[in-house]
Nanobody
Framework: QVQLLESGGGWVQAGGSLSLSCAASGRTFTSKTTGWFRQPPGRAREFVATIDWSGTYTNYTDSVKRRYTISRDNAKITVYLQMNSLKPEDTAIYYC?????????????????WGQGTQVTVSS
C-alpha cells in the first residue's frame, strides 16, 4: 500500500515559480513510476509529467516543457515538481500518482495510487 501527500501549492503571480513535493509512505514507492497530473477548474484531469522509478527517464506534456522539471529522491521517498514561468492557465489542482510499473507512463488509468491534491493558483 502506498499513500501520497502533496505539498507546496499556493498562489503566485504569472512568471513566478512554485515547487511541489509528493511524499510517500511505503518503500515500494521507490520502485514505481510517479507522475504529476492536474485538474484545471471545470476541466478533466490531465497529464503533466512523469518520472521512472530510477529518476533516469522523464516525460512532459508539451505545454510545460522547458518550464517544469520533475525529479525524485528515493532516499527521501519523495518526488518533486519544480514549476517556473508560471502562467494563469497553469492554475489547477495538482495531483501526485504512482504506477505499478518502472517505465514512464502518461495515461491516468496507468496509475493506481493518488494523492489528495494541492491547489496552484496563478494570477495574471
Amino acid at each position: 500500500q502506498v499513500q501520497l501527500l502533496e505539498s507546496g501549492g499556493g498562489w503566485v503571480q504569472a512568471g513566478g515559480s512554485l515547487s511541489l513535493s509528493c511524499a510517500a509512505s511505503g518503500r515500494t514507492f521507490t520502485s514505481k513510476t510517479t507522475g504529476w497530473f492536474r485538474q484545471p477548474p471545470g476541466r478533466a484531469r490531465e497529464f503533466v509529467a512523469t518520472i521512472d522509478w530510477s529518476g533516469t527517464y522523464t516525460n512532459y506534456t508539451d505545454s510545460v516543457k522547458r518550464r517544469y522539471t520533475i525529479s525524485r529522491d528515493n532516499a527521501k521517498i519523495t518526488v518533486y515538481l519544480q514549476m517556473n514561468s508560471l502562467k494563469p492557465e497553469d492554475t489547477a489542482i495538482y495531483y501526485c500518482a504512482a504506477a505499478p510499473v518502472r517505465y514512464t507512463v502518461i495515461r491516468l488509468d496507468d496509475y493506481d495510487y493518488w494523492g489528495q491534491g494541492t491547489q496552484v493558483t496563478v494570477s495574471s
